[in-house]
């Protein structure tokens, strides 16, 4: 069965710009979770989606929103780029949360800001 | 917010060697979680852990969950070139219903020489 899908692989954004990165969970999980990971903070959770909601929700400014959709795809959107937002972004899909073995990660958007 | 400390940051061994890595936190945590980032990918979850004191092997793999909840380590056995990776531990807190909190480790950079 076909993994976490996330599109664009790579994408070089200008600072003050917005950009969209997308994520399509594997066939049946319903909760997608959003990640960026640098190599100075490691991994940070940015929110959670389960069933369009947003259920969980890290420490991040509000320049960094999301949203699911009703097939649970889900994007995650960043308003006026700074150059610290360049990171990987990884999106993680599981059935029903976390408690369900972890999640199942995509291989990220690799987002560079110049 | 919570912490993990996770240890040592990098290792290099010799193929063959066996390697140990941990994570210590000063939260206790429900459920612990292994991963492993190759480059270029997102993470793998290798070992999941429910219970203080549980131990779980998969192949090579032998994970603990720590009697105090506190704290859990990795061993990997009989290392081989295709070990080379970031390992991450995660530590998650849930605190009923949906709301749960899934930390990680700043991870661990393995490079095995063969």
């Known amino acids: 069965k076909a993994g976490v899908t996330q599109t664009p692989r790579y994408l070089i954004k200008t600072r003050g710009q917005q950009v969209t990165l997308s994520c399509s969970p594997i066939?049946?999980?319903?909760?997608v979770s959003w990640y960026q990971q640098t190599p100075g903070q490691g991994l940070q959770f940015l929110f959670e989606?389960?069933?369009?909601?947003?259920?969980n929700k890290g420490n991040f400014p509000g320049r960094f929103s999301g949203r699911q959709f009703s097939n649970s795809r889900s994007e995650m959107n960043v308003s006026t780029l700074e150059l610290g937002d360049s990171a990987l972004y990884l999106c993680?899909?599981?059935?029903?949360?976390?408690?369900?073995?972890?999640?199942?990660f995509g291989s990220g958007t690799r987002l560079t800001v110049v | 917010g919570q912490q993990l400390n996770q240890s040592p940051q990098s290792m290099f061994i010799q193929e063959g060697e066996d390697v140990s890595m941990n994570c210590t936190s000063s939260?206790?945590?429900?459920?612990w979680l292994w991963y492993k980032q190759d480059p270029g990918e997102g993470p793998v979850l290798l070992i999941a852990?429910?219970?203080?004191?549980e131990l779980t092997s998969n192949g090579r793999l032998t994970a603990q969950f720590g009697i105090t909840r506190k704290d859990s380590f990795l061993n990997i056995s009989a290392s081989i070139p295709s070990d080379v990776g970031i390992y991450f531990c995660?530590?998650?807190?849930?605190?009923?219903?949906?709301?749960?909190?899934?930390?990680f480790g700043k991870g661990t950079l393995l490079t095995v020489n063969p």
């Open positions: 993680a899909s599981s059935l029903a949360g976390i408690s369900n073995y972890g999640y199942t």
């Open positions: 066939s049946g999980h319903r909760s």
């Open positions: 989606y389960f069933s369009e909601t947003q259920r």
């Open positions: 939260s206790i945590f429900n459920t």
């Open positions: 852990l429910y219970k203080a004191g």
């Open positions: 995660a530590g998650l807190l849930a605190s009923g219903g949906s709301n749960y909190k899934l930390t």
